[in-house]
Nanobody, 116 residues
């Protein structure tokens, strides 16, 4: 069974940067979408950034100009470069990959804490 493994989270000061990575443990055919979500305690998970199979990207307004999503198709890996971090970006970040009509994979999440 394919698993998604996230890395790169941690504690960073405001204004700092982090790079999240999400790698699939096996091959995933027919990927349609790769994305990063975040979830605060007691709140719903929300999409932060996504990238389609054609390379089109979309971001939540609050991170535009600060975050960049990228993918490596050969490695089934998706990245999230996070710059100029603010305290309100603190959350658990989850990787998501969708493939075919029904396959939907999630990582276990990585904590990002922005604090001085």
């Amino acid at each position: 069974q394919v698993q998604l493994v996230e890395s790169g989270g941690g504690l960073v000061q405001p204004g700092g940067s982090l790079r999240l990575s999400c790698a699939a443990s096996g091959s995933i055919l027919g990927i349609n979408f790769m994305g990063w979500y975040r979830q605060d305690p007691g709140k719903q998970r929300e999409l932060v950034a996504g990238i389609s199979s054609g390379g089109s990207t979309n971001y939540v307004d609050s991170v535009k100009g600060r975050f960049t999503i990228a993918r490596d198709n050969a490695k089934n890996t998706v990245y999230l470069q996070m710059n100029s971090l603010k305290q309100e970006y603190t959350a658990v970040y989850y990787c998501n990959i969708r493939a075919g009509l029904k396959r939907d994979y999630w990582g276990k999440g990585t904590q990002v804490t922005v604090s001085s």
